[in-house]
């Protein structure tokens, strides 16, 4: 807190970012910036000057509030403490960015104001007909009365949070952790995925994948840091023994190294840099062990790795004593005068064909080093000057964060269900566009050819319109900076896309906010990130998100099962009241038998539509449009249909017991039961809006068949106990009745399994 601009700060190995800082002397620096600009390995840091235009992540003279020094020491100028900082600024942008409304609440809300104004213009017409016919206020007013309580579904807020509540345990079940109970459902509706790179679609494990000694290359399979893979040239195994270069190379990236490789419960780590820890791996998966290797050639002496030299060496002992090195090509390419052929041989150095290989591999998305080894006898210790000539050049090992194999089928399910997948990250955009290569991201040019990637550099220049079609055409946004996130989230909503985006870091906190479902990394992800979304990922994983986005899906069917499957009832509830006043009958069904329907239906039968177990072929429909309505016209039509025969049901047999000599209370009784059935056998249907009960499994859903053996027992007491006779104004009927009331419920069951054969299959 007593930090001001201008004041002189002193960093070292272990420190945290107290502020801003303008770097006046570097010695080795490196700092953890991932937090802030996604870059997935620490950065070196150096004194120079700069271009005023130099994007954030690549500002190697700042050191920057929050992050961590991993190495070295510095010492550094305070130009911004508090808010002014780029942490602080990110602060401001999630204050400002207002999280949105979910599709559901939207929809929800829609629905209620439509059923709303609905059921009041039917209760007005109902109460002014009825004056009309000369009816008392006092009986019109209670007929308008139990056409409402009749027509509103008032299980419908239970059931919606019940069934997303069953989501969130399904999803929990899949490593997804829901912090809002509607995000549940939006993942549903997801079009646009907006993933983060490492760790998300990566294993955040350095995996080296080509090696090259001059003449020849060869291929390692395998990923992360498990020793398992085969070496192989043109597809075929190779031997180590006919290959002397290749074993020198292996063996300076396993002794000029500082990490170590070990197994934890079954899991295999690293201790150290992750760029040596993939050496290390590399070299176990040829066959090398580092404690062998380590005992015939002991270590002597080393030169560490610094940032103004690029280079590591290593001097070590034994009956062959040698120096090794490794480090950035050009650092070590100008010290080798020689170099080691595949067969071993010693022959002059190509320097231009090195270098030519070298670009292939980086076009690749390969993070490069080169290795090399001088003669270390009669030797006891070594410093820059022993190895700035006459190196024996040994070849390249090419490395990066492979994509898991989940998240490649992942993004596969994705694009049949129809929902693009986006990389923004902070990495470079060259390894960004290999990565999105490997697992199906984006169009290509051609064979073997990048997908296109755009810089944050390039989106600073794009105006809002121009920024809303490359949002939509691009796949790939790399070195893009807090505010530029939230600008491409804004933009992909733009076009009424329901975006769901991924983050770990406090650069991702605004863009998780302002999108419509923002997912953070369990793992990796900072507090920050998890405060500002809506779902956790407790394995950093894609696929998960792939797997929720299956539950959303499946929450929304049941949701719309169930509105499917209860508006019937309400309809025909209050046209058999509509119909009973235009034609000057007593009411079929009073305000409290509609409501003891409504209440127990909606808690015994519909509730029971939200364990209903998710279709076949869910990830192979395309997205709802984001503006769509819950229920479309086919299914509208459905309600309607069942409405009425309900309506004829009911009333029919009400005027039929009538006829029969029953008593009113004896014809509402079978007018309730008529909708009690009816309900039955209609929740049969809409366990699925597609196939019939017998094509998804008749027992598939447990809970269907206690729920309406459940319904049947409370529908017994309700006709038959003297309590439930007086208290809802009823009265026993003859098993003359119930066949009546089943003929109903089976022929609503018929018409609707009929209705279902007839319609395409492609409706919803």
Known sequence: RELVPGGLVLLASGDKGPADLRLLRVRNLKVDESALTGESVAVEKRAAVLDHDTTLADRANMAYSSTFVTFGTASGLVTATGDNTEVGRISELIAQADPLETPLTRQIAQFSRLLLYGILALAALMLLVGLLHGESWVDMFMAAVALAVAMIPEGLPAVLTVTLAIGVARMARRHAIIRRLPAVETLGSTTVICSDKTGTLTRNEMTVQRLWVPDEEYALSGVGYAPEGELTADGAGVDLDGRPALAELLRAGLLCNDAGLREDSGVWRIDGDPTEGALLTAAAKAGFAAGSEHGRAPRLDAIPFESEHQYMAALHGGASPMVYLKGSVEALLSRCNWALDRDGTVVPVDPEGVRVRVDALAAQGLRVLAFAR????????????????????????????????????????CRRAGISVKMITGDHALTAAAIAAQIGLGERAGEGALPAALTGRELAELHDDDLINAAAETAVFARVTPEQKLRLVEAIQ??????????????????????????AMGLAGTEVAKEASDMVLTDDNFATIEAAVEEGRGVFDNLTKFITWILPTNAGQGLVILVAVLLAQPLPVLPVQALWINMTTAVLLGLTLAFEPKEPGLMDRSPRPPGSPILDAVLLQRILLVGLMLLVGAFGLF?????????????????????AVGQAFYLLNCRSLRWSMFRIGVFSNPWVWAGIAAMAAVQLAFTYLPIMNRLFHTAPISAGYWVAVL????????VMGLEKRLRPRGFR
């Open 374 to 413: 001088m003669d270390g006898a009669g030797r006891s210790g070594i410093d820059h000057p022993d190895v700035a000539s006459e190196l024996t050049f040994l070849g390249l090992q090419g490395m990066i964060d492979p994509p898991r194999v989940e998240a490649v089928r992942a993004v596969a399910a």
């Open 494 to 519: 733009a076009r009424g896309a329901v975006v769901a985006m991924t983050g770990d870091g406090v650069n991702d906190a605004p863009a998780l906010r302002r999108a419509d479902i923002g997912l």
């Open 655 to 675: 005027e039929w017991a009538l006829s029969h000599g029953a008593s009113v209370e004896q014809a509402r009784t079978v007018a309730v039961n008529v909708f």
């Open 743 to 750: 003929a109903v419920g089976l022929a609503i069951y018929a």
